[in-house]
C-alpha cells in the first residue's frame, strides 16, 4: 500500500485517478470512513486465484483491497476491523459483463 493518499480527497484529485485508471470507486463506511480503489487488473485477480482455492476468501479480498487502494479520507490501515470491511466490498469492484453465445 505504498503511495496511498492520506486524507480528505478533491475532485481534482479523483478526476487524475480516473484519467490513470480509468474506473475507480469510492467505498465508505458507516462512520464516514472512505477509501479510494480502482478496478483490479485480470492480472491482480488471478493471483488472488490460489487464495481462493484455499477457501481464503477474506485474504483474497484483502490482497484486492491492498492492490487497488488510491486514498484513504483517514490512516485505517492498523485498525484490522475497519481494513477488514473495506477490503469485503472488493468483489463488487471486480465488474462483469453478461455476455451471450449465439451459434450462427
Known amino acids: 500500500m505504498d503511495k496511498v493518499f ?28 472512505y477509501a479510494i480503489v480502482r478496478r483490479p487488473t485480470m492480472k491482480e485477480i488471478e493471483y488472488g486465484q490460489a487464495l481462493l482455492a484455499q477457501n481464503k476468501y477474506i485474504s483474497y479480498n484483502k490482497h484486492l483491497f491492498d492492490a487497488c487502494l488510491l486514498a484513504l479520507s483517514e490512516d485505517i490501515r492498523d485498525d484490522e476491523y475497519k481494513v477488514n470491511a473495506f477490503a469485503s466490498q472488493m468483489m463488487l469492484v471486480v465488474e462483469t459483463e453478461r455476455v451471450e453465445v449465439e451459434k450462427l
Open 6 to 33: 492520506i486524507g480528505d480527497v478533491t475532485p481534482e484529485q479523483i478526476e487524475q485517478f480516473k484519467a490513470q485508471h480509468k474506473v475507480v470507486h469510492k467505498l465508505k463506511a458507516d462512520s464516514g470512513v
